[in-house]
């Protein structure tokens, strides 16, 4: 009888500690597996910012030596870049070792009005300051590629936007003669009429005054100074890889600086491939479509 009694006993011990280290197993493997996420989490996060650095440092090498390509064959132009430019924009190809190809382009960048009253002084720091304050105070949608921060104050005659013209006259000439000048302009530019040298005599028959007429033509050129540069990095498919974008500041008297990488450049960006169909246009210029080569 005490035997049997030892024995039931000693079974529902047994049975209580199977019944406790049942949940101690499920517990030890929990933590275990999330232990395990853990670390698979952080090495994910540390390969991710290996390949980051990796991707930085070697657009970092790709645009430095773009740059100084393009400034090799600024040198090599003697001065000669608008005859060396295609109608299209198109400047000059490089082929490489690994079979891509590097499709470079020019394109007028001084269409959009300057914002950046920092290097400027005097009645031309005031009109900066009036045009950017007529472009602010438009919606988003239509001032979209209108304003930049760097290069010069004047705008490219042929190539700003209707809205950057209407800003610039906004600024230099009286209210009631506003809209009579922008006809001036647009009315002749649209129909491939206009010519700076006879600008003057459009706005003098528009109604303006010597100094308003004179003040605007101070900011309107033919010949840009600023310049819209565009690296394609093109597969053997002729798929585009790699788009890469920058302002320079470039005239015939310019000279390329053989120990400066950077050269004239004032911006350079790299814009994101799946992005490239969406790319916004510099001013005047149509965008391409996406995976063409220009």
């Known amino acids: ?74 040198s090599t132009t003697r001065n000669r870049v608008g005859e060396s430019i295609s109608a299209g924009g198109h400047a000059f190809s490089m082929e490489l070792p690994s079979g891509e190809v590097i499709e470079v382009s020019f394109a007028d960048g001084q269409g959009a009005a300057m914002i950046d009253d920092s290097a400027v002084s005097g009645d031309r720091r005031d009109l900066i300051r009036a045009m950017r304050d007529y472009l602010q105070s438009l919606p988003p949608i239509l001032t979209d590629g209108a304003t930049r921060s760097v290069g010069p104050a004047e705008i490219s005659l042929q190539v700003a936007p209707a809205i950057v013209i209407e800003a610039l006259v906004v600024a230099t000439v009286e209210p009631q003669r506003v809209p009579r000048a922008v006809e001036a302009i647009l009315t002749r530019r649209n129909a491939g009429l206009l010519q700076r040298d006879r600008l003057p005599e459009a706005l003098t028959d528009a109604g303006l005054n010597e100094d308003e007429r004179d003040e605007l033509l101070s900011m309107l050129v033919e010949s840009p100074t600023l310049w819209r540069v565009q690296a394609d990095v093109v597969d053997r498919s002729g798929r585009i890889v790699s788009r890469s974008v920058g302002l320079m500041e470039w005239s015939v008297e310019s000279r390329s600086d053989a120990f400066n990488q950077s050269g004239p450049f004032l911006t350079w960006d790299e814009v994101p491939v799946d992005m490239l169909g969406f790319e916004r246009p510099a001013s005047g210029v149509p965008s391409s479509p996406q995976g063409s080569v220009r």
């Open 1 to 74: 009888m005490t035997a049997r009694r030892t024995a039931r006993a000693r079974g529902r011990i047994a049975t209580g500690r199977r019944g406790f280290a049942l949940p101690l197993v499920v517990l030890l493997a929990f933590v275990a597996s999330l232990a395990l996420v853990v670390l698979l989490e952080r090495r994910a996060v540390s390969q991710r910012i290996a390949a980051r650095q990796i991707a930085q440092y070697s657009g970092h090498h790709r645009a430095a030596g773009i740059k100084e390509m393009i400034n090799r064959w600024l």
